[in-house]
Structure formats: C-alpha cells, structure tokens
C-alpha cells in the first residue's frame, strides 16, 4: 500500500509538457545508445546509431498514453500525468546485462528478431522477449516486463476497473510485440522480396523514421484531431509530394525509401500547416474558421520535424538539406518574428523554394558527382511556376487578408482602384498558358495521350477559375493542379 500510495504521488504532479516529453525522450535515448557502445560494441557508437533510439522511447512512450486513455479508460488528467521517470527504465538494460556478465563483454549487441515472416525456425523465446541468441539479452527481458507491468499497474492506480487492467495489459504485450517484431519483419521482408538499390541503406535508418511517423500519428490520435480536416489539408501537401516523385524519377530509389523520404516531407508539410494554423489565429476567426491547433503541437511537431532532419544529416543524406531549407522558410512564413504570410514577395519566394526543394530532394537524395543539365532546368521551372501560382492561393482570403493590414497580389490591385476581377483574370491568363507548355511540347515529343490528358486539366482550372464559386474556388484550382501533377508523374514514368 506504502508502495502504491509513493507510486501515485509521483504521478499526480503537473501535466506532462511537450518541450519536456521532448527532452527526456532525446536524453533516454542518448544515453541507451551510448550505454551500449561504451559497455559493449564499440562500433555503436556511430552518431546517427544513437540517434536512431530516440524515436523508439517517444512513440513507445506516447503509445503508452494512448493505450492508458483509450484501453484504460482513464481521464486526460490521469493520462497526461504518468512520470516522465518511466522513461528512464530504458537506460538500464545495459547495466543490468554488465552486472550480471560481471563485467564488459564484446559479444552484446541489443536488437530483435527481424525475420518473421521468412521461412525459418521460430525462436522459443520469441513470445518472453528473451533471446540471448538473437541479440535479445536477461536484461532488456526485464525492463521490457517492468513496462508492461507498471503500465497496467498505473492503470489500476487510477482506479481502473479489473477488466481494463488486464486489457492494458494485453495492449502493452502487443505494442512491443508489434514495434520489436511485426514491424521490423514487415520492414526487412518488403527489402528482400526487391532487387532495388538501397544505396547501402538499411533498417537502422528505416525503423527509426517509421517509429517517429507513428509518434506523430499517436499525438494526433491522442489530441483528437478530426480527420475529416486532415483530409482537407491534404490537397494543400499532394502538390509537394507529385513535384517530389517527378524529382525522384530522376534518381530512381528502393521502393521502401522512396516511400519513407515522401511520407517525412509530408509530415514536414504538414508541421509547417501547424504552424500556419496556430498563428493566423487573428486572421480566420475574423473568418469564423476553428482553431485545431495549440502551441504545444507547434512545439510538438517542430521539433519532431527538427530531430528527423538532424538525423538524417548525421547520417549524410543530401536530401536533408533540401528538406532542411523547406522547414526554415516555413517557420520564416509563419512565426511572427519574421512573418513571411502576407507579404507578396516573401510568399512568392518562399512558395517557389518549397516546390524546388521538394523536387531536388527527389532528384539528389544523396550527393552526386554530376547533376545533369535536366534536372537543373526542371529545378528551374519548378521555382518559376511555384513562385506564379503562389499568387492563387491569396484569393480565397481577400477580406481577411485586407482587415488584417496584410498585402497580396488581389490587394495591391484593389487598393490602386483596379477591379479584383480584372486581376483575378490576368492571374489565371499567364498561369494558364504556363499549363500550355508541358502539353505543347510533349506533342512535339509524339506522346499525344499525355499530352491530351494535360490539356484537359490545364483547361479544368481555367474553367474553375472563371465558372466556381469564390467559396470553393481555390479548392478546385488545388485539384486541377495535382491532376496536371499528378499527369505529369506519370509522363515521367513512363505509363503514359
């Protein structure tokens, strides 16, 4: 009772803070990684290898909550007060395992068994988490049952019903059983079933980045964000994400690469829409436009965003410095130190680095001895045609960008006295013509199905331009634009 009653004034302290949440995971983290490399294998000690143990301690930890709130049933304020010392559980396998070797030894190295799904034998001890054979030692077993453990024993704490209890329980076996094995497995079973070129990468850069994506998910699913407004911002990201895949056509890649280095420039896209909706607060409620996110998220997802590109850097990738640029001019566009958002010049810059990056992080994911003259050009139009039809997107916010004292292309004519619809028909008169070229050269080319099918988008956004409704009008510019990309992608590839 002496026991539980010092367990639950631990946890009934403040709420956790993201900043802090953040903090302690990069610390645990750290110090597991160096652990190991210093008591055992010397040739952990590689920076990106440590690093790679963080994103396990975050999404390990936030699952964790996710599973007290939802398989618990326990309030937001019980959840959002488990100690952030639990954390601290991670650092000890290494110690544990030294003091019963009774001393260092060469022949430790900490991992799981990432096979499962390829034919071979079943270790015994697949299902106890104790596999000495297969780099699962005496002391990870411990800690991992100590999680599982305390975590339905918090649960109970919290006066959880006996049922519950036995469900976190459950939930918490399946969660290390899903990240230590399923996943792994799923990951090394979809490199060895292709012939793709990895470029001398493997899961040690892989798992990392799909535990922080889950991380990301989890917080989402713990905020109880709507999806029905993520699906809405999705038109907002796609374009980024066609003008990434025309890039990577360039330099082709692993499947499994290709997707993880698309899936972290979404969820920089999407950080930077955080950001974006946290501080032009002032702007849509003058719309009447909800608040989705707070200033933790911002922390939140900035930093998550900031470690996966410090990691990556460490682990010499080019294209994290293209994605780098991507994350520093969005915080330059939203945060109001500088405040980018609503200044014509700023926005038409920063909308064409954004575009441009995203494509040379397709096209130079690694450093490359000679870049081609066409991926130069193809850089070139990208930034143009991004800097252009950045001047679109101001057209759905006219009177609040106005009320608000801030500038854009539909302002500046308004207030010289011109007619808004005279600009709005210049506008979409050079960006049409600009949809004109790709269809027109590739005729020239003889590639006619393409080309047709570029025409008939090119001719849906002049259509949307001038026949939509103000209210839906950008929405639909948006998917004419990702269906031209979208046609574009496939030019590239070669279907069409």
Same mark, same amino acid.
Request: hydrophobic share 55%.
């Given at each position: ?8 004034? *631990? ?16 610390? #645990? ?37 996710? !599973? ?6 326990? #309030? @937001? ?8 010392? =639990? ?9 544990? %395992? ?16 990432? @096979? ?27 800690? /991992? $049952? ?8 918090? =649960?109970?704490? &919290?006066?959880?019903? $006996?049922?519950?209890?036995?469900? /976190? ?25 292709? %012939? ?21 998910? *989890? ?8 999806? !029905? ?38 969820? *920089?896209?999407?950080?930077? *829409?955080?950001?974006? %909706? ?10 009447? &436009? ?5 200033? @933790? ?56 680095? $954004? ?26 139009? /990208? ?10 997107? %101001?057209?759905?916010?006219?009177? =609040? ?69 103000? &209210? ?6 948006? !998917? ?17």
């Amino acid at each position: 009772m002496k026991i539980q009653k010092s367990l639950l004034s *631990i946890s009934s302290g403040k709420k956790i803070q993201i900043p802090t949440l953040m903090l302690f995971c990069i610390f #645990t983290g750290v110090i597991r990684g160096t652990l190991e490399g210093l008591l055992f294998d010397n040739n952990a000690l590689g920076t990106a290898l440590i690093l790679s143990y963080v994103p396990f301690y975050t999404m390990m930890f936030l699952a964790i909550l996710l !599973i007290l709130k939802y398989a618990g049933g326990l #309030t @937001e304020a019980s959840v959002y007060r488990v100690p952030l010392a =639990a954390l601290f559980l991670g650092i000890f396998p290494p110690i544990i %395992d030294l003091i019963l070797r009774g001393g260092t030894s060469q022949d430790i190295r900490y991992g799981y068994y990432l @096979e499962l799904f390829l034919p071979q034998k079943i270790p015994s001890g697949l299902y106890f988490y104790y596999m000495p054979e297969y780099r699962l030692p005496l002391g990870e077993t411990i800690i /991992v $049952w100590a999680t599982i453990s305390l975590t339905a024993f918090y =649960a109970r704490m &919290r006066r959880a019903a $006996w049922g519950r209890v036995v469900f /976190v329980f459950a939930c918490a076996y399946l969660l290390f059983f899903a990240h230590s094995y399923l996943i792994p497995s799923m990951l090394r079973l979809w490199i060895s079933n292709s %012939d793709q070129n990895l470029y001398n990468n493997d899961l040690n850069l892989i798992i990392p980045l799909m535990q922080l994506f889950f991380s990301l998910i *989890i917080y989402l699913l713990l905020r109880k964000i709507s999806i !029905i407004y993520l699906l809405k911002r999705l038109p907002h990201i796609a374009p980024f994400l066609l003008v990434y895949g025309i890039g990577a056509t360039n330099h082709p890649l692993h499947s499994i690469l290709l997707a993880t280095f698309a899936t972290l420039l979404f969820f *920089i896209f999407f950080t930077m *829409i955080v950001q974006n %909706d946290f501080f032009d607060f002032e702007e849509d409620s003058k719309q009447n &436009r909800k608040r989705y996110f707070q200033r @933790e998220d911002v922390a939140f997802f900035t930093s998550m965003m900031v470690f996966s590109l410090v990691f990556l850097l460490a682990g010499g990738f080019t294209l994290s410095l293209f994605l780098s640029i991507i994350l520093i001019c969005g915080v330059l566009y939203s945060f109001p130190f500088y405040r980018g958002k609503g200044k014509i010049f700023p926005t038409m810059k920063f909308e064409g680095i $954004w575009g441009s990056m995203s494509f040379l992080a397709g096209a130079i994911p690694f450093s490359s001895s000679k870049i081609q003259s066409k991926v130069l050009l193809q850089f070139l139009i /990208v930034f143009l045609g991004w800097s252009l039809f950045a001047l679109l997107k %101001d057209v759905k916010d006219i009177r =609040a960008d106005y009320q608000a004292g801030q500038n854009s292309f539909y302002i500046a004519f308004y207030r010289k006295k011109k007619k808004l619809k005279n600009a709005h028909r210049l506008l979409i008169v050079i960006c049409t013509l600009g949809l004109l070229l790709a269809p027109i050269f590739y005729i020239i080319q003889g590639r006619v199905f393409g080309s047709v099918l570029l025409l008939f988008f090119a001719s849906s956004f002049a259509g949307i331009a001038f026949c939509v409704k103000l &209210r839906f009008k950008f929405q639909g510019l948006l !998917i004419a634009i990702n269906g031209y990309l979208f046609m574009l992608l496939l030019i590239a590839l070669k279907i069409l």
